[in-house]
């Protein structure tokens, strides 16, 4: 019984990881500031994290919590350049 709950909450997790992709997919290119894309690029590689963690759950290789481990540390390296550049108009002081 719990394996089957689990399998039905693990899809359930990734479909809604897919619709919250698909919605920060949007603001990233409706975004009407620079600010709100850049939101929608940080919710974007926190989704796809996620998903991949969910992915490497149902399968259970590890390979899948490397990857998302990689796009989590990049996406933060990323997210506080862009910030900083909108801030003070250069990354590297």
Not at 12 to 40: H, K, S, Y
Not at 69 to 90: D, H, N, P, Q, Y
């Amino acid at each position: 019984m719990s394996v089957l709950i689990l399998g039905w909450s693990l899809t359930l997790a990734q479909v809604l990881l897919g619709i919250a992709m698909g919605c920060a997919v949007l603001r990233l290119l409706r975004g009407p500031r620079a600010q709100d894309r850049i939101l929608g690029l940080d919710t974007l590689y926190v989704n796809s994290m996620l998903l991949l963690l969910t992915i490497g759950m149902r399968s259970g290789a590890t390979l899948y919590f490397e990857a998302a481990l990689v796009i989590g540390l990049l996406g933060f390296v990323g997210t506080v350049a862009l910030s900083k550049f909108l801030m003070r108009g250069e990354v590297i002081e």
